[in-house]
């Protein structure tokens, strides 16, 4: 006979039967921070890593707030992992293309590796700067934005602590010459840079950038040097009418400075946090972002733990 034509598959010594087709199942991926470095997810590793795009043999989704979770279907055979890299927050990596097979159980753990040194700790970050940092007693909470900042990031990524390192009235001199003693003591993973404001008051910063640059690109350095990786805050502007030591001139300053800041961030590849921006784009009026001349308000502080939170979570 000719011309046969086969509908489902013709077999040769498996009596004509087609081969199964393998039956794809669901996977739960829990994407999380790989804080020994042994691919696999440990009991005490906390940490998890949201909005991530996990791509398993061809399918993608991303993983959840905050279990870092996603469900994917996907066949029973060996496929290729990988995380899409401009998914995830900053300094943070994802396996490339490792190739593994989809677990029974249904749940599969996604590493994300922060390469930090020995000198930081994962989950740690580090407030560092003066009063603007340090908070003020009876505004908000009196934590600055730090209070605000850590309940944020330990809901998004399932564990935080954020360390006030603020000293009132503190310039970026004596912040760059303090800063090793207080990485050798928090061990942070993440410092959060906002030095500058004071420094208007030196003489010697009459013409910018004077010393505030110099210090600050010491500090991303200082903090580099002990594994950790730093976050610099552009400084905000002063409530002019509020205070005589508000003025137009020294706003103007500012402007020229945070130019500076912009440039040094990119140059010394430190993530830049706007919070200049932050106040310019707020609906609120400057007597509503501050308390005073030049110290943030309850909603300033809210504004600003906004801007650190979008900028280490990458939530742009």
């Given at each position: ?299 300033g502080y809210q504004a600003i733990a906004d801007a650190w939170f979008d900028a280490i979570t990458k939530r742009h």
């Open positions: 006979m000719t011309g046969v034509v086969c509908l489902s598959a013709c077999g040769g010594g498996n009596g004509g039967a087609a081969a199964p087709t393998p039956i794809s199942r669901p996977v739960t991926f829990v994407a999380f921070l790989d804080e020994n470095r042994n691919g696999s997810l440990d009991g005490s590793e906390r940490i998890r890593i949201p909005g991530v795009e996990v791509t398993f043999g061809g399918v993608s989704g991303r993983s959840s707030v905050p279990a870092g979770e996603v469900s994917l279907v996907v066949p029973p055979t060996s496929q290729s992992l990988s995380v899409t890299a401009g998914s995830l927050p900053p300094y943070y990596q994802g396996p490339e293309g490792t190739i593994i097979s989809p677990p029974q159980d249904g749940v599969l753990g996604v590493p994300i590796r922060l390469p930090l040194g020995d000198g930081a700790t994962p989950g740690v970050f580090l407030a560092f700067g003066d009063s603007i940092t340090n908070g003020q007693v009876g505004t908000g909470d009196g934590q600055g934005y730090t209070g605000i900042l850590e309940r944020k990031l330990a809901a998004y990524f399932g564990k935080a602590v954020v360390i006030n390192d603020g000293v009132d009235s503190s310039n970026s001199e004596r912040g760059d010459d303090r800063l090793l003693d207080s990485l050798n003591g928090g061990r942070p993973a993440f410092t959060l840079l906002l030095y500058g404001t004071n420094d208007w008051a030196d003489s010697r910063c009459a013409a910018t950038p004077c010393f505030t640059i110099d210090r600050l690109r010491s500090m991303v350095r200082k903090v580099k040097s002990r594994g950790g990786f730093p976050f610099v805050g552009t400084l905000l502007m002063t409530n002019v009418g509020n205070d005589f030591r508000a003025s137009p001139q020294r706003n103007s300053w500012v402007e020229v400075q945070n130019g500076h800041i912009k440039e040094m961030a990119g140059e010394e590849g430190a993530v830049l946090v706007d919070l200049h921006a932050a106040f310019e784009h707020s609906p609120l009026t400057y007597n509503e972002l501050f308390a005073d001349y030049i110290h943030p308000s309850a909603a």
